[in-house]
């Protein structure tokens, strides 16, 4: 695990100074249609009106590089508004790749290159001029390993709202984040003790809580129970249900029964021999029922029947 996957969601500023509230942007206009607005319509002066769902990452044609190891071919996929997408896959089909991809995590992977293009509300996410501060303020992350700061309950919440300059309510926003991840009422008394003390599965609710304490758009979950026993499992697919809607969420698990339990729609990635070498690759993607009920790729069925490999 990286330095990376140990602070990012602590970095919302940069050199270690506060980000004065306003000053971060992706690009300089503001993005439209990301937090609280209406789906987009699709022919609404038709008869027939028909609601498309706004997709809120679009990857075309998406190559990743790690120096000259390619890890990903030809990934092209739509995330939609609001909805749970799962990522499945066999070990190093480059699902935490694309995970990462999606908020410029790897950016500070050494030979890291990317081609293709990630849209994220439109806006090419690795284009010029673009904020990555914005776009992880934006795109939060929770790692399978939870990463608590050596600090307080309510610090480790309030810590990205100060560096954000979100000081004004901060104990209702804490309150309400610790809502939010479904562990308010276990530690309401306790908001002055140290995050460590806390169980692994309640730290996986507080990094969840950190992550939606700054209000983003999108949720990346790289495997966010697979340290857990199944009682704290279940308190975590429970709270991903109660976050749907609110907010985008994509999530990579190697739990058949969890993706089919919370995804609207699954992405199957695998690898493919391409030259000499495998390559991870999206072989498959649908809605949930569709990938594990009738899948139409064989590899695809293979995998999801236990018949891989
Ligand atoms: N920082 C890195 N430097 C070099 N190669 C990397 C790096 N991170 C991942 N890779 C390689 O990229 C490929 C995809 O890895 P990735 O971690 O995305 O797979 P994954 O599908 O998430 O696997 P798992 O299910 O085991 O977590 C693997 O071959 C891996 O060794
Ligand atoms: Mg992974």
């Known amino acids: 695990m990286s330095i990376d996957d140990q602070t990012f969601d602590a970095q919302p500023s940069t050199n270690g100074r506060p980000l004065a509230p306003g000053r971060v942007r992706i690009r300089t206009e503001p993005l439209p249609g990301v937090i609280g607005a ?7 002066t038709e008869s027939h009106v028909h609601v498309a769902p706004e997709s809120v ?3 075309d044609g998406v190559g990743i590089f790690y120096g000259k190891k390619q890890a990903l071919i030809d990934v092209s996929m739509r995330v939609r508004r609001g909805q749970v997408t799962a990522l499945i896959g066999p070990s190093g089909c480059g699902k ?7 908020n410029r995590m790897n950016d500070s992977v050494s030979g890291f290159r990317i081609e293709g293009q990630i849209r994220y509300h439109g806006h090419d996410i690795y284009g ?12 939060g992350m929770v790692f399978q390993k939870p990463n608590p700061f050596p600090k307080s309950i309510f610090d480790n919440i309030a810590w990205a709202p100060r560096n954000l300059g979100m000081r004004s309510g901060l104990k209702e926003r804490v309150e309400k984040a610790l809502r939010g991840a479904a562990l308010w009422d276990e530690v309401k008394d306790r908001l002055k003790d140290s995050a460590m003390g806390l169980s692994g599965g309640q ?5 969840i809580a950190r992550a939606i304490a700054i209000e983003p758009d999108v949720l990346l ?12 499992t279940g308190a975590i697919e429970d709270l991903i249900h109660s976050l749907k809607g609110r907010f985008t969420i994509v999530i990579v698990t190697h739990n058949m029964q969890q993706a089919a339990r919370v995804a609207d729609r699954t992405a199957f990635f695998s690898l493919e021999t391409r030259g000499e070498k495998p390559i991870g690759t999206l072989i498959e993607f649908d809605e949930t029922e569709k990938i594990f009920g009738a899948p139409r790729d064989p590899r695809t069925r ?6 891989f490999g």
Do not use: M
Not at 302 to 307: E, F, I, L, P
């Open 203 to 207: 730290q996986q609710r507080l990094c």
């Open 57 to 59: 990452f679009e990857a």
């Open 38 to 44: 209406p789906a987009a319509t699709e022919s609404a």
């Open 221 to 232: 979950l790289d495997e966010p129970a697979s340290a857990l026993d199944p009682i704290a």
């Open 302 to 307: 293979d995998y999801v029947t236990g018949r």
């Open 96 to 102: 935490t790749t694309f995970l990462r991809s999606l």
């Open 128 to 139: 010029t001029g673009v904020d990555t501060v914005e776009v992880r303020r934006r795109i």
